[in-house]
């Protein structure tokens, strides 16, 4: 091997400066996009646990739950326990004991709680009711201030009294905030008379008026009422006021309810602030295991019983961020590989400008590994220095850069120079003679093809390999980069698409040419002769076209992901507001329903009782479902004007038969279809009989739902009570918030702004924009490149021209004539590949994960967009193109263009 020549090295890289830097701004621009997207993702999915423990709010919250210990006496009554504070206090205590490390410095301190079932006041018309409640969180809190009277005490000295079961209400005490006194006009030393449902009285007393010292203090979040009246908290038109019980008054409250009637808990809220997607997958295993040595709800004693669901929404965000990292593969893939390809067409323009001296360094004895190495230095001090600055800017951009993706596209684009010019100048010297023999010729031309055919057959079987596998088996999880072949499947699906186009472009240009050869336009025929004359070139064309599909698949799914937010929070909310009433108010949503039809700007209002996870059997099998016990004719016409699926009408839907209800069902694995006879279970040896009569559309999250009419239920003696009111219109929420119904309100313009800013949604968002944008770029780049690679060519072939009297104009027609071809493949053929690979993968690469559907999101292909970019964007860098050839072959002067035709 022969040593390097520097200053050859040095004297092609000044030469060459132009494309060199193009190559070293690809590989910057590349390099800070891969370089940035995992950090971005971890911090994103950071974020995204934050988010989501903090909009779960309750459902995230730890509770746990003990009934109280007997409190019978020697006499058969029941004695007071004036340490019964104490004890409250203690399973706060016990509850941290049993929770792991790991999981406690991940929640709030405790807050303990005791509740009092509402009580009605009977002192006059208006829907008041009173419930009692004891708050203990930290050393002493929540605090709060006596503005008049004192704190509620003890209503006998003698501590360890012993009062029969059926003697009088015992008294006790309370405190009330200062907005509540005044509203109901009490004062120190009022009684207040109340009697629960079962109109038993209870003696109530107001010891003193307070006042919170700090009204944001996490604990009074538990039982806002005890600050402020709430209204509608315990039916249409009531408004709940609250008591506060002190350290003393609880043993008293302890004796005047029975032990169903006063129940006593801790809760434990989740501190966002603390968790980190790593920190929460741990906390995930530590909630199971403690739900799992749970204590059974039913049993009746003082062991733990503990309740959450963070397991269930960190195992659902488990499943988005798997999504979404797998998702950004395959955007970071379609984007690396485009880079390639042009790296790839620059090292080709660089070979077409250096064969001649590359030929002459291999004539005076330049060894191939010599030469191999000298561009291989050159394309390292190109490459590697850009990279490192990509990579330093992904990390002042996001704090850190990941080398995952960076480093195997940097070998790939150092490697690419010295592979084109090493294959150029082993061509260019080689002593192979063509054989004279005709049939020898024949049969190494055939070995070309079938080379060159099984090339392409190996591209088209590994494509349709990753697409099966993706179809088959869905995106799988691209954490820390550890993505297979499915990931790769749009990509390779664009290549293998866009080489099938690309070998059929000589024969179209052959084609052209023969059409022009009848043509009276020798414009026509010369610019058909040079297209034909280049449509050989495969990288050229590959390149283009493959990043304008992949480009038009990144706004397809881009498209695509934002009509499924959009489908998500229809089906989410089910109309334009959903209202979701407490058991306590539950027995006004009728008239709530009624109420907000009448209003103006409303639609349709339809009352249902929806029962989240009810149980069904069916084959022995129980099946947890989603019920909805609803009028279905108002239901349907409800639906009828959103875009929602409709809702079947079959036969018999409103009628029970021998007290079997009918059904639309629909499950996500087809254990209830039409036709199939299962039943509801009530209580112990009871049930009801339904029988399914057609399918039903998804409703709410999830894909589990059985859907009953409400004549149908009552006939069958069927609970039918509505809990939840659906309603469209403009002025439906405004129509809902009138009626002071104290429910869950919730406007699908709402969850829809929710999912469309939820962290991993709008990061992948931005990546698909991000992507679309940047192989758009690279296209149009690699167009520009191949036109500069053939300039020379088509540069002597106009200059001929011009000598028999080819006007400036008329050049600048034939110049692109030859370039169109490609640019008119691209322009057509991109973005119907990019249609079809989205609507090949969209379904496997789950994108309903994200928006919240329970079917695959319809692939929406915006058709004027891609289109119009895609054709404006290529005629214009067409355009620059022959323009900027021409300005340069100005410059020429005919001396030269004389000895170039001669």
């Given at each position: 091997?022969?040593?390097?020549?520097?200053?050859?090295?040095?004297?092609?890289?000044?030469?060459?400066?132009?494309?060199?830097?193009?190559?070293?701004?690809?590989?910057?621009?590349?390099?800070?996009?891969?370089?940035?997207?995992?950090?971005?993702?971890?911090?994103?999915?950071?974020e995204?646990?934050?988010?989501?423990?903090?909009?779960?709010?309750?459902?995230?919250?730890?509770?746990?739950?003990?009934?109280?210990?007997?409190d019978?006496?020697?006499?058969?009554?029941?004695?007071?326990?004036?340490?019964?504070?104490?004890?409250?206090?203690?399973?706060?205590?016990?509850?941290?004991?049993?929770?792991?490390?790991?999981?406690?410095?991940?929640?709030?301190?405790?807050?303990?709680?005791?509740?009092s079932?509402?009580?009605?006041?009977?002192?006059?018309?208006?829907?008041?009711?009173?419930?009692?409640?004891?708050?203990?969180?930290?050393?002493?809190?929540?605090?709060?201030?006596?503005?008049?009277?004192?704190?509620?005490?003890?209503?006998?000295?003698?501590?360890?009294?012993?009062?029969?079961?059926?003697?009088?209400?015992?008294?006790?005490q309370?405190?009330?905030?200062?907005?509540?006194?005044?509203?109901?006009?009490?004062?120190?030393?009022?009684?207040?008379?109340v009697?629960?449902?079962?109109?038993?009285?209870?003696?109530?007393?107001?010891?003193?008026?307070?006042?919170?010292?700090?009204?944001?203090?996490?604990?009074?979040?538990?039982?806002?009422?005890?600050?402020?009246?709430?209204?509608?908290?315990?039916?249409?038109?009531?408004?709940?006021?609250?008591?506060?019980?002190?350290?003393?008054s609880l043993?008293?409250?302890?004796?005047?309810?029975?032990?169903?009637?006063?129940?006593?808990?801790?809760?434990?809220?989740?501190?966002?602030?603390?968790?980190?997607?790593?920190?929460a997958?741990?906390?995930?295993?530590a909630?199971?295991?403690?739900?799992?040595?749970?204590?059974?709800?039913?049993?009746?004693?003082?062991?733990?019983?503990?309740?959450?669901?963070?397991?269930?929404?960190?195992?659902?965000?488990?499943?988005?961020?798997?999504?979404?990292?797998?998702?950004?593969?395959?955007?970071?893939?379609?984007?690396?590989a485009?880079?390639?390809?042009?790296?790839?067409?620059a090292?080709?323009?660089?070979?077409?400008?250096?064969?001649?001296?590359?030929?002459?360094?291999?004539?005076?004895?330049?060894?191939l590994?010599?030469?191999?190495?000298?561009?291989?230095?050159?394309?390292?001090v190109v490459?590697?220095?850009?990279?490192?600055?990509?990579?330093?800017?992904?990390?002042v951009?996001?704090g850190?850069?990941?080398?995952?993706?960076?480093?195997?596209?940097?070998?790939?684009?150092?490697?690419a120079?010295?592979?084109?010019?090493?294959?150029?100048?082993?061509?260019?010297?080689?002593?192979?003679?063509a054989?004279?023999?005709?049939?020898?010729?024949?049969?190494?031309?055939?070995?070309?093809l079938?080379?060159?055919?099984?090339?392409?057959?190996?591209?088209?079987?590994?494509?349709?390999?990753a697409?099966?596998?993706?179809?088959?088996?869905?995106?799988?999880?691209?954490?820390?980069?550890?993505?297979?072949?499915?990931?790769?499947?749009?990509?390779?699906?664009?290549?293998?698409?866009?080489?099938?186009?690309?070998?059929?472009?000589?024969?179209g240009?052959?084609?052209?040419?023969?059409?022009?050869l009848?043509?009276?336009?020798?414009?026509?025929?010369?610019?058909?002769?040079?297209?034909?004359?280049?449509?050989s070139?495969?990288?050229?064309?590959l390149?283009?076209?493959?990043?304008?599909?992949?480009?038009?698949?990144?706004?397809?799914?881009?498209?695509?992901?934002?009509r499924?937010?959009?489908?998500?929070?229809?089906?989410?909310?089910?109309?334009?507001?959903?209202?979701?009433?407490?058991?306590?108010?539950?027995?006004?949503?009728?008239?709530?329903?009624?109420?907000?039809?009448?209003?103006?700007?409303?639609?349709?209002?339809?009352?249902?009782?929806?029962?989240?996870?009810?149980?069904?059997?069916?084959?022995?099998?129980?099946?947890?479902?989603?019920?909805?016990?609803?009028?279905?004719?108002?239901?349907?016409?409800?639906?009828?004007?959103?875009?929602?699926?409709?809702?079947?009408?079959?036969?018999?839907?409103?009628?029970?038969?021998?007290?079997?209800?009918?059904?639309?069902?629909?499950?996500?694995?087809?254990?209830?279809?039409p036709?199939?006879?299962?039943?509801?279970?009530?209580?112990?040896?009871?049930?009801?009989?339904?029988?399914?009569?057609?399918?039903?559309?998804?409703?709410?999250?999830?894909?589990?739902?059985?859907?009953?009419?409400?004549?149908?239920?009552?006939?069958?003696?069927?609970?039918?009570?509505?809990?939840?009111?659906?309603?469209?219109?403009?002025?439906?929420?405004?129509?809902?918030?009138?009626?002071?119904?104290?429910?869950?309100?919730?406007?699908r313009?709402?969850?829809?702004?929710?999912?469309?800013?939820a962290?991993?949604?709008?990061?992948?968002?931005?990546?698909?924009?991000?992507?679309?944008?940047?192989?758009?770029?690279?296209?149009?780049l690699?167009?520009?490149?191949?036109?500069?690679?053939?300039?020379?060519?088509?540069?002597?072939?106009?200059?001929?021209?011009?000598?028999?009297?080819l006007?400036?104009?008329?050049?600048?027609?034939?110049?692109?004539?030859?370039?169109?071809?490609?640019?008119?493949?691209?322009?057509?053929?991109?973005?119907?590949l990019?249609?079809l690979?989205?609507?090949?993968t969209?379904?496997?690469?789950?994108?309903?994960?994200?928006?919240?559907?329970?079917?695959v999101?319809?692939?929406?292909?915006p058709?004027?967009?891609?289109?119009?970019?895609?054709?404006?964007?290529?005629?214009?860098?067409?355009?620059?193109?022959?323009?900027?050839?021409s300005?340069?072959?100005?410059?020429?002067?005919?001396?030269?263009?004389?000895?170039?035709?001669?």
């Amino acid at each position: 091997m022969t040593p390097l020549h520097w200053p050859s090295i040095r004297g092609r890289a000044r030469a060459d400066a132009g494309p060199l830097l193009l190559v070293a701004l690809v590989v910057t621009v590349v390099a800070l996009l891969a370089g940035a997207t995992p950090p971005v993702l971890r911090s994103t999915s950071d974020e995204a646990t934050r988010d989501a423990v903090r909009r779960a709010a309750d459902d995230a919250a730890v509770r746990v739950e003990a009934e109280w210990p007997d409190d019978y006496g020697p006499n058969g009554g029941r004695v007071r326990a004036p340490l019964l504070a104490d004890d409250v206090a203690s399973l706060a205590h016990l509850a941290e004991g049993e929770l792991e490390p790991s999981l406690r410095s991940a929640l709030q301190p405790p807050v303990a709680t005791v509740s009092s079932i509402s009580m009605a006041v009977t002192d006059g018309s208006v829907q008041r009711r009173l419930q009692l409640e004891y708050l203990h969180s930290g050393d002493d809190g929540p605090a709060v201030t006596w503005i008049a009277g004192k704190a509620p005490g003890p209503s006998t000295p003698d501590e360890s009294i012993e009062i029969p079961l059926n003697g009088a209400p015992w008294p006790m005490q309370i405190g009330l905030s200062e907005a509540e006194a005044t509203v109901l006009g009490a004062k120190p030393g009022d009684r207040i008379p109340v009697q629960d449902d079962r109109r038993t009285p209870y003696d109530v007393r107001v010891s003193g008026i307070f006042r919170p010292v700090d009204p944001a203090d996490p604990a009074w979040r538990l039982a806002p009422w005890l600050l402020q009246p709430a209204a509608n908290r315990d039916g249409l038109g009531s408004t709940r006021f609250g008591g506060l019980l002190s350290d003393e008054s609880l043993s008293d409250a302890r004796l005047a309810f029975r032990s169903d009637q006063l129940r006593r808990s801790v809760r434990f809220d989740a501190d966002p602030g603390t968790l980190t997607w790593e920190s929460a997958q741990a906390l995930a295993s530590a909630v199971a295991t403690l739900k799992g040595l749970s204590a059974v709800s039913a049993e009746r004693d003082t062991s733990l019983k503990w309740a959450t669901q963070l397991d269930s929404v960190l195992r659902d965000l488990r499943n988005q961020i798997a999504t979404a990292s797998a998702q950004a593969a395959v955007l970071l893939i379609a984007v690396l590989a485009g880079a390639l390809l042009v790296v790839s067409l620059a090292a080709d323009l660089l070979t077409r400008r250096r064969t001649p001296a590359l030929t002459t360094a291999r004539q005076r004895g330049a060894g191939l590994p010599t030469i191999a190495a000298e561009l291989a230095v050159e394309s390292t001090v190109v490459a590697v220095p850009a990279a490192a600055l990509g990579l330093a800017l992904a990390a002042v951009v996001t704090g850190s850069a990941a080398l995952t993706w960076v480093v195997p596209f940097l070998v790939l684009a150092v490697a690419a120079g010295p592979a084109f010019g090493t294959l150029a100048a082993a061509r260019a010297t080689r002593d192979k003679r063509a054989p004279a023999n005709r049939s020898a010729r024949r049969w190494a031309l055939r070995t070309v093809l079938l080379r060159r055919a099984a090339i392409d057959v190996a591209v088209v079987v590994l494509a349709i390999g990753a697409l099966v596998a993706l179809r088959q088996r869905g995106i799988g999880t691209a954490e820390d980069g550890d993505v297979g072949l499915p990931a790769a499947a749009p990509t390779l699906g664009a290549l293998a698409a866009a080489l099938l186009l690309v070998r059929l472009l000589p024969a179209g240009t052959g084609a052209a040419l023969k059409l022009s050869l009848r043509s009276r336009r020798p414009l026509v025929l010369f610019a058909a002769a040079r297209a034909a004359a280049t449509a050989s070139r495969l990288l050229p064309a590959l390149a283009v076209t493959a990043a304008i599909a992949l480009a038009s698949f990144a706004i397809t799914l881009h498209a695509t992901t934002d009509r499924g937010l959009s489908d998500g929070a229809w089906q989410a909310v089910g109309a334009d507001v959903q209202l979701t009433l407490g058991t306590e108010a539950a027995g006004s949503t009728a008239e709530i329903a009624q109420q907000v039809a009448a209003a103006p700007g409303v639609r349709h209002a339809v009352a249902a009782r929806v029962v989240d996870s009810e149980r069904f059997i069916a084959d022995n099998t129980s099946i947890v479902a989603r019920l909805v016990v609803v009028d279905t004719a108002a239901l349907r016409q409800l639906r009828a004007g959103t875009p929602l699926a409709g809702l079947p009408d079959p036969g018999g839907l409103t009628t029970a038969v021998d007290g079997t209800v009918p059904a639309l069902v629909r499950t996500s694995d087809d254990s209830l279809r039409p036709g199939t006879s299962f039943r509801l279970p009530l209580r112990t040896n009871t049930f009801t009989p339904m029988t399914a009569v057609g399918p039903a559309p998804a409703i709410g999250s999830g894909d589990d739902v059985v859907v009953v009419d409400r004549a149908a239920a009552a006939a069958a003696g069927l609970e039918s009570a509505p809990n939840t009111v659906w309603a469209t219109g403009p002025g439906a929420a405004a129509a809902i918030r009138a009626t002071g119904a104290d429910g869950r309100l919730t406007t699908r313009a709402e969850v829809l702004d929710e999912r469309r800013t939820a962290p991993l949604t709008a990061g992948l968002v931005r990546l698909q924009l991000v992507a679309a944008g940047t192989l758009l770029a690279l296209g149009l780049l690699g167009f520009a490149l191949a036109a500069a690679a053939g300039a020379p060519q088509r540069w002597e072939t106009l200059a001929r021209l011009r000598t028999l009297g080819l006007r400036p104009r008329d050049a600048h027609r034939v110049a692109a004539g030859e370039l169109l071809p490609v640019a008119l493949v691209a322009a057509v053929s991109g973005p119907l590949l990019g249609a079809l690979l989205s609507w090949l993968t969209v379904g496997p690469l789950a994108l309903n994960v994200l928006t919240g559907q329970v079917a695959v999101p319809v692939t929406v292909v915006p058709w004027w967009t891609v289109e119009v970019v895609a054709v404006v964007a290529l005629t214009v860098v067409l355009a620059a193109v022959v323009a900027t050839e021409s300005a340069v072959r100005k410059k020429r002067r005919l001396g030269d263009v004389l000895r170039v035709s001669s």
